[in-house]
């Protein structure tokens, strides 16, 4: 099945710190979406990505389409302890795949 | 606040039991999906329906039946449970195929 490549698989980091997470994939996709996932929850939408190229941003988080329409990064400023949590992306070409996640613990 | 809802919350099964999972939403979306989640494994695609009155595989279907009650519904069977259908199970709605989707709670789904 199609590959999507998340780095890193794991972060720590001090509160206050940014923080940068990128998605690739071997195929070109149409859309790319940035989700989060709260233990014992399910995925919430973060981000929405429709065009190449496209620089879209949500409080503290900015997530960018790739020119390439291959790959895309999620950035988030100024961590604080509720940004703990499991980041997916996930993108769509003639299907929805889902990246295998990068989890982000934040040190207060 | 409901969004996607999904039923039951938790559930164990004996091999070759069977059992259905219920997921609803209230957005009015066209589109609905079920998802397993593994661990280290992201989601995977089980089922779909693009519309009411259709259904097809998705990238994990073996083991597994669908029904697309109605807009609003869709629910995924197990007809003889094994213990490599234990998971995390999302179902998940979207107004266009292939657009961005809104997740239910997840169903945790235990097989001895």
């Known amino acids: 099945g199609q590959q999507l490549n998340q780095s890193p698989q794991s972060m720590f980091i001090q509160e206050g710190e940014d923080v940068s997470m990128n998605c690739t994939s071997s195929s070109i996709f149409n859309t790319w979406l940035w989700y989060k996932q709260d233990p014992g929850e399910g995925p919430v939408l973060l981000i929405a990505?429709?065009?190449?190229?496209e620089l879209t941003s949500n409080g503290r988080l900015t997530a960018q389409f790739g020119i390439t329409r291959k790959d895309s990064f999620l950035n988030i400023s100024a961590s604080i302890p509720s940004d703990v949590g499991i980041y997916f992306c996930a993108g769509t070409g003639n299907q929805f795949y889902f990246g295998t996640g990068t989890s982000l613990t934040v040190i207060p | 606040n409901a969004g996607v809802t999904q039923t039951p919350k938790f559930q164990v099964l004996k091999t070759g039991q069977s059992m259905t999972l219920q997921c609803a939403q209230d957005m009015n979306h066209n589109s609905m999906y079920w998802y397993r989640q593994d661990p280290g494994m992201g989601l995977r695609l089980i089922y779909y329906?693009?519309?009411?009155?259709?259904?097809d595989k998705g990238e994990v279907p073996n083991g597994y039946n669908v029904s697309r009650l109605n807009k609003r519904e869709f629910s995924l069977r197990l007809e003889s449970a094994a213990p490599s259908q234990t998971s995390v199970y999302f179902c998940a709605s979207g107004s266009d195929s292939w657009g961005a989707q809104h997740f239910g709670d997840g169903t945790r789904l235990s097989i001895l």
């Open positions: 329906s693009a519309s009411e009155g259709t259904t």
């Open positions: 990505l429709y065009k190449a190229g």
